[in-house]
C-alpha cells in the first residue's frame, strides 16, 4: 500500500526540500551520504523528529545493500558524488568518506512505499531508479535529475535520455522537465533557453558567497527569476538553490507523454548547448513523473 502521507528524500543535503515537505504536513524519511548533511538536518528539525514526523538516514544509495563505497566531498556540498569526476568540477574535490549503502528498494521495504520520491543523489539516480525494478509497488510521484556528469564530461542524446527511459521501464508513462535554475516546467513548443534568460536565487538560507560561486561556475548572470519569486509567494516558502522545488500536481503546465517528453528534453537541452556561455554539466533540470 502506498503512504499517502510518505515523502523519502533521496539527497536531502541541507534539508532545502524536506523543510518544504514537512511544512506541507508530510512525514519525511531524509537521506544523505554525507554525515555532516545528516547532522545539520536532525539538529534544524530536531522537534519533528522527536515526533517521528522525520527520519534521518545516513546512507548512500547503490546496487547492493550493506556494502560500503567511496563518497567524495566537494568544497561546494550540493556536489558531492560517489563519482570523483562530480565532486571535482572545477577541482573542488576535498576527500573521500566510506559510505554504508542501500538500494531504494530496500528502503522502500523497510519504511513504506511513499506518495512522492525525490531522488537527487549527483550522478547516481539512473541506478537508484535500477534499485526499483521488481517492486510490488512504486510512488504515485517520483522526481530524479535528467543528467548529471563532470566537468570534462560529454554525453549522447541517447545517454541524455536515460533516466526518462529507466522511468518508462518502472511503467511512469506521464512527465514534466524542470529547469533547477529557475523552476520553469518546460514545454516541448517554447523557447526557455536563451541568452535573456539570466536568473538569480535570493534566499537568506543560503549566502551569497555560495551562490555567487555557482553562477560563476554555472556562467549565468545574477538578473530577476520572477518564476522563482512566484513560487516563493504561492507556497509561502523559500525555494533556494539545490532545492527540487513544488512537485505532483502543484507543478504547473500538462503531463506529457513518452514521445512528447523526449522531444521536450532533445529541443531544450539542443538550445541550452547553442547558448555561448553554456557548461558542459549546466543542464540542469529534473524529470518529473507519475503513472
Known sequence: MIDNNLIIDVGT?????????LKKGYKVVAIDADPNSIKYVSNKFSAEL???KLTALHYAI???????????ISGLSLWNSLKKSIADRNNLAKD???????????ILNTYGVPYYCKIDIEGYDELCLDSLK????????????????????IISEEQAL??????????????KLVDQTSLEVLSPNSDFYDSAKLLSFKSPSISTKVIAKILKLLQLDSKSSSKRDELNKMFNHDFMIGSSGPFGNDLEG???????AKTCLLKNRKDY??????????????????T
Open 13 to 21: 543535503h541541507k534539508g532545502e526540500d524536506t523543510e518544504f515537505f
Open 50 to 52: 522527536s515526533a517521528k
Open 62 to 72: 547503490a546496487d547492493k545493500d550493506d556494502i560500503f563505497l567511496d563518497f567524495n
Open 96 to 106: 573521500s568518506i566510506k559510505v554504508e549503502c542501500k538500494t531504494l528498494r530496500s
Open 134 to 153: 521488481g517492486s510490488a509497488l512504486l510512488p504515485t510521484f517520483i522526481s530524479v535529475e535528467s543528467e548529471c556528469i563532470g566537468e570534462n564530461e
Open 162 to 175: 536515460a533516466t526518462l527511459f529507466k522511468l518508462k521501464e518502472l511503467n511512469y508513462c506521464k512527465f
Open 254 to 260: 500538462e503531463w506529457l507523454d513518452f514521445e512528447t
Open 273 to 290: 548547448f547553442s547558448l555561448p556561455n553554456a557548461v558542459s554539466y549546466g543542464f540542469w533540470c529534473d524529470w518529473h513523473a507519475t
